[in-house]
T-cell receptor, first 115, second 114 residues
Framework: AQKITQTQPGMFVQEKEAVTLDCTYD???????LFWYKQPSSGEMIFLIY??????QNATEGRYSLNFQKARKSANLVISASQLGDSAMYFC????????????FGTGTSLTVIP | DGGITQSPKYLFRKEGQNVTLSCEQN?????MYWYRQDPGQGLRLIYY???????QKGDIAEGYSVSREKKESFPLTVTSAQKNPTAFYLC?????????????FGQGTRLTVV
């Protein structure tokens, strides 16, 4: 079974609008971390935001927030006030304690911001 | 500046040749990883290492080899046994003992078979 599922291969958003990128995960571990990365066309992987399994509040980092719904095992990324520079691939990842803290990545979502 | 460095950025290989991709980190991280990324796809784990002189196969290890002689270095060799090596390769490192720390990535190496 897939550990991380991203069901949106591609998304479009109007500049200055908000967009939600979906991510669901599968784990039986109680202790795990959820991460979002941005990959622009240059290829580098840029860490955006982290959510711990025990965190009760949703994580926020500037225009990025993580909508964490533990019971539904979802960790959606919300980007507010989209900018042209947000056009990139976005990857959701999970790290579990009971598998040696391995990272599991989703297949990614390609986001295009339209002027 | 702490970080993780991959070299070269672009690499061309002839059929039947072995090539080695370099990955060096000065973050004092125990764990290091190699991922392969094909166009429009996610990251697939090739090999990972949690300690010097030890490493484990990931999901797609066939045709690849690694070494971890120093904590800072985790080179990946793409052997002639890898039938379709053209891809983007990413090296990463992280603190090992916690699920709440992110992976740090290098800039990647784009390998093309000619």
């Amino acid at each position: 079974a897939q550990k991380i599922t991203q069901t949106q291969p591609g998304m479009f958003v109007q500049e200055k609008e908000a967009v939600t990128l979906d991510c669901t995960y599968d784990t039986s571990d109680q202790s795990y971390g959820l991460f979002w990365y941005k990959q622009p066309s240059s290829g580098e992987m840029i860490f955006l935001i982290y959510q711990g399994s025990y965190d009760e509040q949703n994580a926020t980092e500037g225009r990025y927030s993580l909508n964490f719904q533990k019971a539904r095992k979802s960790a959606n990324l919300v980007i507010s006030a989209s900018q042209l520079g947000d056009s990139a691939m976005y990857f959701c990842a999970m790290r579990e304690s009971n598998t040696g803290n391995q990272f599991y990545f989703g297949t990614g979502t390609s986001l295009t911001v339209i002027p | 500046d702490g970080g993780i460095t991959q070299s070269p950025k672009y690499l061309f290989r002839k059929e039947g040749q072995n090539v080695t991709l370099s990955c060096e980190q000065n973050l004092n991280h125990d764990a290091m990883y190699w991922y392969r990324q094909d166009p429009g796809q996610g990251l697939r784990l090739i090999y990972y290492s949690q300690i010097v002189n030890d490493f484990q196969k990931g999901d797609i290890a066939e045709g690849y080899s690694v070494s971890r002689e120093k904590k800072e270095s985790f080179p990946l060799t793409v052997t002639s046994a890898q039938k379709n090596p053209t891809a983007f390769y990413l090296c990463a490192s992280s603190i090992l003992t916690s699920s709440n720390t992110e992976a740090f990535f290098g800039q990647g190496t784009r390998l093309t078979v000619v």
